[in-house]
């Protein structure tokens, strides 16, 4: 009886440790950051630099971000966040078209992607396709969320795309 309560706890042990060693890459508990997880800083710091009018420096981490979410893509396709900010990178930098076409793949697999519904719906009004982003907006109606309420106010211009 004691060998085997010895062996469990050996195993259950052994299995703590292989557990701890073979963790996810969520950016919580590995000090390494994935590419993914690295563009999404360069972005949020991006946004700050916008938000300061300092355009050039924004762009330069619109760009290292885009290359990091393109390795990103590559190493693990199909995946609609990633798509989400690829088509928002490409869209900041100025090519909707590309833009448009990574969010369509993202909601190819997720429909109702609320961040990917509003960005692509702020891309229609930038694009001056009003019927478009109404669409999008039809498709976040029900979500309760600030996308939502968002895409509507840069849809009837009571407030300027922040992004």
Do not use: W
Not at 7 to 27: E, H, K, N, R, V
Not at 33 to 39: G, I, L, M, W
């Amino acid at each position: 009886m004691l060998k085997k309560l010895s062996i469990s706890l050996f195993l259950l042990i052994l299995f703590s440790i292989y557990s701890q060693a073979a963790g996810t890459d969520d950016g919580n508990s590995s000090k390494v950051k994935s590419d993914y997880n690295k563009a999404v800083l360069l972005i949020k710091s991006a946004k700050k630099y916008e938000k300061k009018n300092k355009t050039k420096k924004a762009n330069k981490r619109y760009e290292k971000a885009l290359s990091l979410l393109i390795k990103s893509n590559e190493k693990i396709p199909n995946k609609a966040d990633t798509l989400n900010y690829l088509g928002f990178t490409t869209r900041k930098l100025g090519d909707y078209m590309g833009g448009e076409k990574y969010y369509l793949q993202g909601l190819a697999l997720e429909p109702n992607h609320k961040g990917i519904n509003e960005y692509l719906g702020e891309l229609y009004v930038i694009t001056n396709r009003m019927d478009l982003a109404k669409e999008r907006l039809k498709i976040l109606k029900d979500c309760g969320c600030a996308e939502y309420n968002d895409l509507k106010e840069i849809i009837e211009g009571t407030k300027k795309s922040k992004y």
